[in-house]
């Protein structure tokens, strides 16, 4: 039995009706769970205790999640006045809405303790509110705004939607700034429902919409870390001196005549993986070859304690925060055509169905042939292969056969693979956008792809045959809840699904509205219902890529997890490892918890700010593009409006209830749809439409547009479900001004 079908067993038998908590080792003699089994059935509990699906007690207990007359979690707040608080532990109500006024003075992030208070019931679930008690940490002290004067007071409005209100800055005046000047504040004073935030300016970036400015925003508001230490620095350079390109690597297997290619984005500044094929008969070879970072930067030098403090890289338009110092990311690390570089790599054999033979695993040492980008190694796979080596051009097309193999024999398995297309912005020399276009989706991405998810595997597979705790990447599978509401979403739509935890179902959904409309919403919502993938050492398996053993090996230059992979390996080809007491400074289970609980938070701040600062330059882009006519789809539908995302620019605008054509507007979220009381007429997911640009508000993020034109899409036969009557929303028109006032207030 594997490890989801006995997390699914677990979770069906505590769930029964007569189930009664019992201790972790009689839970396993009900369950009829061997001796050869209880390993996996305790990592099983103890992931899904980490999940929040079950609750381990006094005693090693297991129990459902309990309701909780008190909670402690992080809040996030809503710009129309509410909020939610997000629990630490499981609960049987999951997030914990707040009510305006109820929020004491917690801002976004702030980590708060609060009281849940039952609200009756709304059909069969029992429903739940509270109130914020005490803010026990803040999240934020610092806050990036525009900096305004109304009347005798200066204010500063926050960027993003960490903040909703504005700040008052006292000491403003004192400093001569002009307004609309960008700066950084502190908080001295929170935002409560009797007084407002006050704060001190520390910190002048320039001028709003200057070039750079935006960025610097953007790096402040998320804590991102600038500049390396002198000391870091100096390490570095100490490390890359004795570092001898020439050789010779006596320690090393010589792959310096293989035909070798690196395939990257056009802007890619850092290469750390190659890839080489070797046929043999009906078989081939893989060899995934990657940098050796840690040759270069030892555990707990200077370098490494910054590495695991970073994290990881963050990528913006045009700029790069790395995580380790450019003359190692972008220096000897790299993967640099012609150029002698140390290596690990990963070979694998496969037969001519992509099922794994054997893996071998060496330090080594290459010279890529070529560096490709991704639109090159496309042009060579379409015939272009002009002024490329014969070598390289064989070795593209043996690449293109062999992933489409192993992608056929990981979908049978129940890889999920998701369409969610995004822009590419195109940079000028000053940093602003010139141009946006969909991101390349060539297969030669799907081909790197396929390859570094197979090299991630075969390490994973190592590492656990030999015993040896490690960061894995898991990635837990949907929780019932989110499973159960998503069912419901899918059906408004038509797309019948059994279980959202089936992922062949999942496949076939996503095959079902491959290039329509719908598609955008559909795969937006599955990976809503899926949990967020992490780094943690429990073996809980990697759920969309269908993978028991999975470990994030390939990207050594710009993940600290991969660099711990990196040394366990080390310590694997030079020491002959039979068990795992022979690793030298391998960090205990503990400490790999708190390493990857770091590096996922770590992850996600990237990721968020990245986010958010394409999403400040499209909307820059777009601002100049006021009262032009767009094609869209429609993709969220709630109480407040219908988003809709542009398809030229696959950005969302809303456009707000009041401002759709005369009618009393229902909304109807479990179809996701709303329904014109007076006219029957119905907007749904994956309408299209075609709209007006109307307004950008750039420092709440926010772009407003008008309905000009809906076409609904072919929906399934059978009535929408009705929503429970209640007062419609009336249409007054306000004028942008007034629109502009109402959004401030909120």
Wanted: with cysteine; glycine share 8%; aromatic share 6%.
């Amino acid at each position: 039995m594997n490890i989801d079908e006995l997390s699914e067993r677990i979770i069906q038998t505590i769930s029964e009706s007569q189930y009664r908590p019992q201790k972790l080792r009689r839970l396993a003699r009900l369950m009829g769970i061997g001796e050869n089994e209880y390993g996996e059935y305790r990592d099983a509990v103890k992931a899904l205790h980490r999940s929040g699906r079950l609750v381990v007690g006094s005693g090693n207990v297991v129990m459902p999640p309990e309701f909780s007359g008190r909670i402690v979690g992080n809040y996030r707040a809503n710009p129309r006045g509410f909020g939610f608080v997000i629990p630490k532990s499981p609960t049987s109500h999951g997030d914990l809405f707040i009510p305006p006024g109820q929020q004491l003075d917690a801002v976004t992030g702030d980590l708060v303790q609060a009281e849940v208070m039952r609200k009756g019931q709304r059909g069969q679930r029992q429903v739940y509110e509270g109130r914020i008690l005490a803010v026990l940490e803040r999240g934020h002290s610092r806050f990036v705004g525009r900096l305004v004067k109304e009347g005798q007071d200066w204010l500063v409005w926050p960027d993003g939607r960490f903040l909703h209100v504005p700040i008052f800055v006292p000491d403003a005046g004192s400093k001569y700034l002009p307004p609309d000047t960008q700066v950084v504040v502190e908080i001295v004073e929170y935002p409560s429902s009797a007084s407002n935030a006050r704060g001190v300016i520390v910190e002048v970036l320039g001028q709003a919409g200057d070039p750079g400015v935006d960025l610097q925003g953007i790096i402040h508001q998320y804590h991102l870390p600038r500049e390396f230490s002198p000391f870091c620095l100096e390490e570095a350079s100490r490390s890359v001196q004795q570092y001898h390109p020439e050789g010779p690597f006596p320690d090393r297997r010589d792959l310096r005549d293989r035909t070798i290619v690196t395939i990257d984005p056009d802007d890619a500044r850092d290469y750390d993986d190659a890839i080489s094929i070797e046929r043999v008969g009906e078989q081939w070879i893989l060899g995934v070859h990657i940098a050796d970072v840690s040759h270069f930067v030892t555990p707990d030098s200077a370098l490494d304690r910054e590495a695991r403090l970073r994290g990881n890289s963050a990528y913006f338009p045009g700029y790069v925060i790395p995580m380790l110092p450019e003359v190692l990311s972008n220096g000897v690390c790299s993967l640099q055509e012609g150029v002698a570089r140390l290596t690990k790599s990963v070979f694998i054999r496969y037969d001519d169905s992509g099922d794994v033979l054997e893996e071998q695993y060496a330090n080594s040492v290459i010279a890529s042939s070529k560096r490709l980008t991704y639109r090159q190694a496309m042009g060579i796979l379409e015939g272009q292969t002009g002024g490329y080596a014969s070598a390289v051009v064989d070795l593209v097309q043996e690449m293109d056969r062999l992933a489409r193999i192993i992608q056929r024999r990981r979908i049978r398995q129940g890889m999920i693979s998701l369409d969610l297309p995004k822009a590419e912005l195109l940079l000028d020399e000053q940093g602003r956008i010139r141009d946006i276009q969909p991101e390349d989706q060539s297969f030669t991405h799907t081909i790197i792809e396929m390859f570094m998810v197979e090299a991630n595997e075969a390490v994973a597979r190592l590492l656990t045959k030999l015993g040896i705790p490690h960061l894995r990447r898991i990635h837990p599978e949907p929780e019932a809840q989110a499973s159960q509401q998503n069912q419901k979403f899918l059906a408004a739509l038509g797309l019948r699904i059994n279980s959202l935890l089936d992922r062949h179902e999942l496949q076939a959904v996503l095959r079902q509205v491959q290039g329509k409309p719908e598609s955008f919403c559909v795969n937006l919502a599955i990976l809503k219902s899926l949990q967020a993938a992490e780094y943690s050492p429990l073996l809980l398996g990697h759920f969309a890529l269908a993978s028991k053993h999975y470990s994030h090996f390939t990207s050594p230059i710009r993940r600290y997890p991969d660099l711990t992979v990196h040394r366990l390996l080390q310590s694997y080809l030079t020491g002959g490892l039979s068990s795992p007491t022979k690793i030298l400074n391998q960090p205990s289970r503990e400490q790999l918890i708190e390493i990857g609980d770091h590096c996922s938070y770590t992850e996600r701040r990237a990721e968020d700010a990245e986010r958010e600062l394409e999403l400040v330059k499209i909307l820059q882009f777009l601002q100049k593009h006021l009262g032009e006519k767009f094609n869209g789809v429609v993709t969220g539908v709630t109480d407040f409006g219908v988003f809709i995302q542009l398809e030229k620019y696959l950005i969302e605008g809303l456009i707000r209830l009041d401002d759709l054509p005369h009618d009393w507007w229902q909304v109807v979220p479990e179809a996701g749809a709303l329904i014109g009381e007076r006219t029957g007429r119905k907007i749904t997911l994956g309408d299209q439409v075609k709209v007006t640009l109307v307004d950008i508000d750039l420092p709440a993020r926010q772009m407003d547009l008008h309905l000009l034109q809906h076409e609904p899409r072919r929906r399934p036969t059978g009535k929408l479900p009705v929503a429970k009557k209640k007062p419609g929303v009336k249409i007054k028109k306000k004028s942008r001004e007034q629109k502009k006032q109402r959004r401030r207030k909120r």
